[in-house]
């Protein structure tokens, strides 16, 4: 009897989860690829490319070093690519990008892609 109950419960537990997921569509997820040039100064312009890296999917483009997190300013962006420019309060240093999503649940991707702030 109690095992029966059990099962019971972990059914109606798997079955909510389902039902829940099957309320949010499909989203892409935005990956960078590449970045280029590699090698910077402050208030140079850089490009981001990869795939679903459009306003629709992507709110926001960060530099991360670490614990620092830095906002850049988006210029220009595509469903390919993201165009921004480098802080100019910015040090050198090796940084990575990091996305903000878009949606109901916004999430931060760090993108595995490096350059150099000369």
Avoid at 15 to 20: D, G, H, P, T, V
Avoid at 50 to 61: I, M, N, W
């Amino acid at each position: 009897m109690m095992r029966s109950l059990v099962v019971c419960l972990v059914c109606l537990s798997f079955a909510s989860a389902i039902a829940m997921a099957a309320d949010e569509p499909y989203r892409p997820v935005p990956m960078i690829k590449a970045v280029a040039p590699d090698t910077a100064k402050a208030g140079d312009e850089l490009t981001a490319t990869g795939t679903h890296l459009d306003k629709a999917l992507v709110a926001e483009l960060y530099m991360i070093q670490g614990e620092k997190t830095i906002q850049v300013k988006i210029e220009n962006q595509t469903e390919e690519a993201i165009k921004f420019t480098v802080p100019a309060s910015v040090k050198p240093g090796k940084y990575q990008l990091m996305v903000l999503t878009t949606g109901d649940k916004p999430q931060y991707l760090e993108e595995p892609v490096y350059f150099t702030v000369e």
